[in-house]
């Protein structure tokens, strides 16, 4: 299994990002796909999850600015960042798991700053 993450970067309050996760190794069209992020001193935390149907969900902090999204055709899994605020600056990372099995991906820092 790999999981590599990219579109991290500086932006500044109020910008947008896109980040992507291309997966290999494993059926992802059939697989619930997450992204979730740690900020430093702050323990990881979910962002937003995508079902293999397509149905999705978010941590608070994202509703209404972050939407997750997949193309099976690429075996990619996006995360759309809106709004974003300096809150948001953390390392962003993908995740592949279930019982008795968890994958991530390097991670991608996110910056929000003037």
């Known amino acids: 299994v790999q999981l590599v993450e990219s579109g991290g970067g500086l932006v500044q309050p109020g910008g947008s990002l896109r980040l992507s996760c291309a997966a290999s190794?494993?059926?992802?069209?059939?697989?619930?796909m997450r992204w979730f992020r740690q900020a430093p001193g702050k323990q990881r935390e979910l962002v937003a999850v995508?079902?293999?149907?397509?149905?999705?969900n978010y941590a608070d902090s994202a509703k209404g600015r972050f939407t997750i999204s997949r193309d099976n055709a690429k075996n990619t899994v996006y995360l759309q960042m809106n709004s974003l605020k300096p809150e948001d600056t953390a390392v962003y990372y993908c995740n592949f798991g279930g019982l008795g099995y968890d994958f991530w991906g390097q991670g991608t820092q996110v910056t929000v700053s003037t």
């Open positions: 190794g494993f059926t992802f069209s059939s697989s619930t």
């Open positions: 995508i079902t293999s149907g397509g149905s999705t």
